[in-house]
């Protein structure tokens, strides 16, 4: 399995108050991704980084924002969280063999927002 | 753009026959394509990958697909099911040179004894 992990594993939080979640790798991929699975939805895509402080959005990357200012940290932080950000999220990595397509999952984080 | 459609949400089969899962894509050029697997409370495990050598992938676990491009088409068989197959299964696209990937609303399948 490729060295990724997600913290915390799950949280419940109030509306308005700000959450980070943390995904951390052992593997030296160079591209990372944030993904927030819901029901009916696959996985999509909040934003990804192809490099440290390199970043990009994603398909849903309103009321998001990441950072990455070391190759094995990408954190994701939601300012105010809203209860419609209540999903499961997954953190990916990819590109160390130059396939960057191939992605690795964590193990994901469910987040609950009251 | 790339899009994927998989055609079932909930597939049911029977331990020991055959499974199909259904995937079409569109692309405006040539895919890489992938099925990932997801078992309850957990994260996601590639099953295998295409990225045009062969039409007929292999993968873990006794899966395969096969890409028809004249069909758009990358479903996901497997000859014998067993229960430690019921799982969610994602299609998924990425274009030639890309990193982001595209992926289907998923299958469940469910193995019955």
């Known amino acids: 399995d490729a060295g990724i992990t997600q913290s915390p594993r799950h949280k419940v939080t109030e509306t308005g108050t700000p959450v980070t979640l943390r995904c951390h790798q052992t593997e030296n991929h160079r591209y990372m991704y944030w993904y927030r699975q819901d029901p009916g939805h696959g996985l999509r895509l909040i934003h990804y980084?192809?490099?440290?402080?390199?970043?990009d959005k994603g398909e849903v990357s309103d009321g998001y924002s990441v950072s990455r200012s070391k190759t094995e940290d990408f954190l994701l932080t939601l300012e105010s969280a809203t209860s419609s950000q209540t999903s499961v999220y997954f953190c990916?990595?990819?590109?160390?063999?130059?396939?960057?397509?191939?992605?690795?999952f964590g193990p994901g984080t469910r987040l609950t927002v009251t | 753009a790339q899009s994927v459609t998989q055609l079932d949400s909930h597939v049911s089969v029977s331990e020991g026959t055959p499974v199909l899962l259904r995937c079409n894509y569109s692309?405006?050029?040539?895919?890489?394509l992938f099925w990932y697997v997801q078992h309850p409370n957990k994260g996601l495990q590639l099953l295998l990958k295409?990225?045009?050598?062969?039409?007929l992938v292999k993968g873990i676990n006794g899966f395969e697909a096969e890409f028809k491009k004249s069909e758009t088409s990358f479903h996901l068989t497997k000859p014998s099911a067993h229960m430690s197959d019921a799982a969610e299964y994602f299609c998924?696209?990425?274009?030639?040179?890309?990193?982001?990937?595209?992926f289907g609303q998923g299958t469940r399948l469910t193995i019955n004894p």
């Open positions: 295409y990225t045009s050598a062969a039409t």
């Open positions: 990916a990595i990819s590109g160390l063999a130059g396939d960057a397509s191939e992605q690795y």
């Open positions: 998924v696209v990425s274009g030639k040179g890309a990193q982001k990937l595209v």
């Open positions: 980084s192809y490099g440290v402080k390199d970043t």
């Open positions: 692309s405006s050029y040539s895919p890489s």
